[in-house]
Structures are given as C-alpha cells and as structure tokens.
T-cell receptor, first 115, second 116 residues
Framework: KAGVTQTPRYLIKTRGQQVTLSCSPI?????VSWYQQTPGQGLQFLFE???????NKGNFPGRFSGRQFSNSRSEMNVSTLELGDSALYLC??????????????FGSGTRLTVV | GNSVTQMEGPVTLSEEAFLTINCTYT??????LFWYVQYPGEGLQLLLK?????DKGSNKGFEATYRKETTSFHLEKGSVQVSDSAVYFC???????????????FGQGTILTVHP
C-alpha cells in the first residue's frame, strides 16, 4: 500500500516568488492536513481538507492557501515568499470516520528554501 | 486552548538503558494522544497512540499510557538500541466536530541519541 507522497522533495525559490506543493494521500483517505516544521516554531498546523472543503485552518497569513481535488490529492500554495517561509512542509492523510480517528500518516515532506 | 509540553532534551543514553520521555498536555474536550518519531531527513512516523483514558499504546517495545488524572502520556522503553536515535514528538488532537478530525498539536520534540 503506497504511503503519502509529497512532491517535490526539495525546492529553492527566491523571495517574492510563489510556490505550489503537492500531496497524494493514501488510497481511500479522504482527509489531508498540512503542517509547517521549522527549528524555531516547531510543528504548526496549516489547514485540513476533507472532501474538497477546508474544514480547519491554522494561524497563518492569507499568503498560505490550499485546495483538495475530487481524488483527495491536495496542493498548498504560498505566494509572495518570504525568507521565514523556509521550512519543511509536511502533509498527512487520515482515515476513519469523523470522531473516530484511526491516525494520521505523514509524507516525507517538501523542504522549501527561500533565498 | 490545547498544548503539549515535553521534557527538555537532548537525551543521551547507552544501549540497553531505560528510556522515559515525559509528556503532559492541556486540552479542551477529550483528546486522542500520539507519539511520533522523526528520523533525519524524513517525515513523521506514528509510533503509538491512545484514544481514551487508561488506554496503553505500544509498538516496537515503546509504551505510553493515557493518564487523564495527571494529563500525561509519558513514553517508555525498557532497553533502547542505537537505531532508536531520532526525534520524538508527543501530540494530541481533539475531535472538532462534523467532518474535521481536528488538528494535531505537537510538543517541541525530544532528541534522543543512543550510544553503543
């Protein structure tokens, strides 16, 4: 059974550019969440999607956005990149019925470096 | 709000030593509790979980018991190996209602190094 796949693994962008990261969840998982990991702030929740709808959102500026497609694949976009956006971005997919969580499975992440 | 506090690291042990990593939490509602492990250059792997009070999660020799009275979920292993060297994260999620599973709130992570 394939795991959570994130592409690309590494990315280098320039300040002011925008970037799109992709996540393919485990087959059958309908929920996808995104997290940002930095040495200073640790792991912080970005957003959660279920059936193409954003269900939950973290405390990030509007430059961070996401979407989910009908096949549950998800993308997140960061516009007008800042140096502080350099981080490991992790995607997680979830199974189980809402209210009966089985667990979150994480991908290997996309390492974004903004120069 | 929800929060997770882990013991300060890093933790350095000799092979076959006993491991404890403390984790306490505050949460509104009834959280599910998790331990994740992260190896260098990789994402997070679920190590174990517990979804209700007094549940014990276990995997690969690691154990943690959901203690509601002390709001704790300490990770233990009786005999660590060099291959256990990694960063360990305690986390919780609270069902948010509807079709949201609720976000994971993480502790700051504990770096474990095991020497031969």
């Amino acid at each position: 059974k394939a795991g959570v796949t994130q592409t690309p693994r590494y990315l280098i962008k320039t300040r002011g550019q925008q970037v799109t990261l992709s996540c393919s969840p485990i087959s059958g998982h309908r929920s996808v969440s995104w997290y940002q990991q930095t040495p200073g702030q640790g792991l912080q929740f970005l957003f959660e999607y279920f059936s193409e709808t954003q269900r939950n959102k973290g405390n990030f500026p509007g430059r961070f956005s996401g979407r989910q497609f009908s096949n549950s694949r998800s993308e997140m976009n960061v516009s007008t990149l800042e140096l502080g956006d350099s981080a490991l971005y992790l995607c997680a997919s979830s199974s189980g019925r809402p209210g009966q969580l089985y667990g979150y499975t994480f991908g290997s992440g996309t390492r974004l470096t903004v120069v | 709000g929800n929060s997770v506090t882990q013991m300060e690291g890093p933790v350095t042990l000799s092979e076959e030593a006993f491991l404890t990593i403390n984790c306490t939490y505050t949460a509104t509602g009834y959280p599910s509790l998790f331990w994740y492990v992260q190896y260098p250059g990789e994402g997070l792997q679920l190590l174990l979980k517990a979804t209700k009070a007094d549940d014990k999660g276990s995997n690969k020799g690691f154990e943690a018991t959901y203690r509601k009275e002390t709001t704790s979920f300490h990770l233990e292993k009786g005999s660590v190996q060099v291959s256990d060297s990694a960063v360990y994260f305690c986390a919780l999620s609270v069902y948010a209602g509807g079709t949201s599973y609720g976000k994971l709130t993480f502790g700051q992570g504990t770096i474990l190094t095991v020497h031969p």
